[in-house]
């Protein structure tokens, strides 16, 4: 349950702001993504970060994401649908010393989130913010997780859930959705596929589609990683951090997040490095990144064991981008086989089985390492973004 300390908070919000042109929009009617087709990108939510706010407001309060109920956007604390999301661990590196070379690295573990990922902060925060807006249903398309977490944070909230579904996604996806009681639609293709379903069924029945990156909200959710990681450092970033990058909400998230709290003045201008993570298989933005392309081209090389990284083309290609140069970080891809040695070098030597996108971060490290792009005595995070549980259909053991 939420404390008193928390309820006591009141959202700085303002508005949803452009981010590429600059229009603005009114936050308390349901928006998705900006009208200009010039640009049609996502909308970042803009808070009143002029106003004084001391970091002294943080004590006492719980451990979860809306510790930071300020700077989210759910006006009415009743709104707030919760199962305690957030504030998950930070954890270094014990038994694998060998490889790190004198560089202190740890995981941001998001496997202990209410639906075991990294999703439950993002749809936590969009079925808050739906709820507040009087949305009745709600449609996504999902590689696994993020179906997995409408469904359970639509059925708490008593809001119906649709969800369009590849096929080839592992079974205990989609028998969570079915517990939950979430519409489960499931799709002969991936989830560029399942995505245009989404937007005709939503142009016919009138649902509210929360597609990645095409609502604000869910970006809101996933910044608190942001907040988070800052906190968990003391307010010194690190220096680097890798990100398994599929649609980008988390990576651009985290960006936000640190742009906000140095407005507060709750930390400095430093940034670290951010690199974003792929697999092989649908590799779009590190190409275009090694290209110098301001944009990415529709890439899908087919299954891969990392459903979250099956995603052709970003619908926030362009951020995403652009985040990596301003941070002056990279992007790379990991194989499959890379992926499942890494998942088992973890389980074996540090206790924890880690999603597949989780074991991408590993792999990428150490190649990151071995050509010097870090250095030692350098402060690397690793994202984990959910649990091996739910893939072990996909993984060998």
């Known amino acids: 349950m939420l404390s008193n300390t928390v309820l006591e908070g009141r959202s700085l919000l303002k508005n949803l702001k452009c981010p590429q042109c600059g229009a603005e929009y009114d936050a308390p009617v349901p928006n998705t993504f900006c009208k200009n087709t010039a640009c049609a990108s996502t909308l970042f939510a803009q808070y009143d970060l002029s106003r004084p706010l ?93 179906g997995g977490a409408l469904a359970a944070y639509a059925a708490r ?9 590849p096929k080839l996604t592992p079974q205990v996806f989609k028998d969570e959705c079915r517990l939950y009681g979430a519409d489960l639609i499931e799709i002969d293709g991936n989830i560029a596929d399942c995505g245009k379903l989404v937007t005709d069924g939503a142009a016919e029945h009138g649902w509210f589609q929360i597609s990645t990156l095409k609502e604000p909200y869910r970006l809101e959710g996933k910044k608190t990683m942001g907040f988070e990681i800052a906190e968990q450092f003391n307010w010194q970033l690190p220096d680097v951090v890798l990100y398994p990058t599929g649609g980008g909400t988390g990576l651009i998230g985290i960006w936000k997040a640190f742009d906000e709290l140095e407005q507060l003045g709750w930390i400095g201008s430093k940034r670290p490095r951010m690199v974003a993570v792929q697999s092989e298989s649908c590799g779009g933005i590190v190409s275009a990144f090694n290209d110098g392309q301001t944009s990415a081209q529709f890439v899908d090389g087919g299954f891969t064991i990392a459903n979250g990284l099956r995603v052709p083309k970003s619908f926030a290609d362009k951020i995403i981008l652009k985040v990596l140069r301003d941070s002056k970080g990279t992007a790379l891809t990991v194989s499959d086989a890379e992926m499942h040695a890494g998942i088992k070098e973890i389980a074996r030597n540090e206790g924890m089985l880690i999603a597949p996108e989780g074991a991408a971060l590993w792999q990428a490290f150490k190649k990151l390492k071995t050509t010097g792009w870090i250095q030692p005595g350098e402060v690397v995070v690793l994202v984990n973004t959910g649990s091996g549980y739910k893939y072990l259909e996909n993984i060998s053991v």
């Not at 909230?157 to 579904?165: C, L, P």
């Open 157 to 165: 909230a008593g809001i119906r859930a649709i969800v369009y579904m």
């Open 54 to 146: 001391d970091i002294a407001i943080l004590k006492g309060r719980p451990a979860s994401m809306w510790r930071y109920r300020e700077l989210l956007p759910i006006v009415n604390a009743e709104n707030i649908v919760t199962m305690g999301e957030g504030f998950t661990p930070i954890l270094p590196i014990e038994n694998l010393k060998q490889f790190t070379g004198g560089i202190n690295v740890f995981w941001k573990n998001e496997a202990g989130n209410p639906t075991g990922s990294f999703k439950a902060r993002g749809i936590g925060m969009a079925v808050s913010k739906a709820k507040e807006l009087g949305i009745k249903a709600i449609a996504t398309p999902t590689a696994g997780n993020a």
